[in-house]
C-alpha cells in the first residue's frame, strides 16, 4: 500500500495551495481518505477526512471554512483545497488512508506546507 502526497511548497499568508494524494496497491472504495498534519513541537492533528463510498466530508475545527477535501474518483486522487491559509497552517502534511478517516491504518510520506507572514 502506497499513497503518494504532492503539492506543499511555501506561499505568502492569505494565499492557497492544493495537496493531492494518490493512493495504490489496494481497492480504496469501500475506505477513508485523510488528511492529518504535524507541526514542530505538536502533535499530529486531523484536518479533513473522505469516504469513497457517499463522499461524505469530515474537517478539523482548525480549518473549517477554509480547507475542502474532495475526490476524483476516476483518478483515484484525493484533493485538499487549502485556501486563505494562515502561518499556523505550517506543518507537515500526511495523506492516510483506513476504515476510518480519524484513525486510518496506512500512511503516506509528508509534504511540507509553509505559510510566510
Known amino acids: 500500500v502506497q499513497l503518494q502526497a504532492s503539492g506543499g511548497g511555501l506561499v505568502q499568508a492569505g494565499g492557497s495551495l492544493r495537496l493531492s494524494c494518490v493512493p495504490s496497491g489496494r481497492t480504496f472504495s469501500s475506505y477513508a481518505m485523510a488528511w492529518f498534519r504535524q507541526a514542530p513541537g505538536k502533535e499530529r492533528e486531523f484536518v479533513a477526512g473522505l469516504y469513497w463510498s457517499d463522499s461524505s466530508t469530515y474537517y478539523g475545527d482548525s480549518v473549517k471554512g477554509r480547507f475542502t477535501v474532495s475526490s476524483d474518483n476516476a483518478k483515484k486522487t484525493v484533493y485538499l483545497q487549502m485556501n486563505s491559509l494562515k502561518p499556523e497552517d505550517t506543518a507537515v502534511y500526511y495523506c492516510?488512508?483506513?476504515?476510518?478517516?480519524?484513525?486510518?491504518?496506512?500512511w503516506g510520506q509528508g509534504t511540507q506546507v509553509t505559510v510566510s507572514s
Open positions: 492516510a488512508a483506513g476504515y476510518g478517516c480519524y484513525d486510518p491504518g496506512y
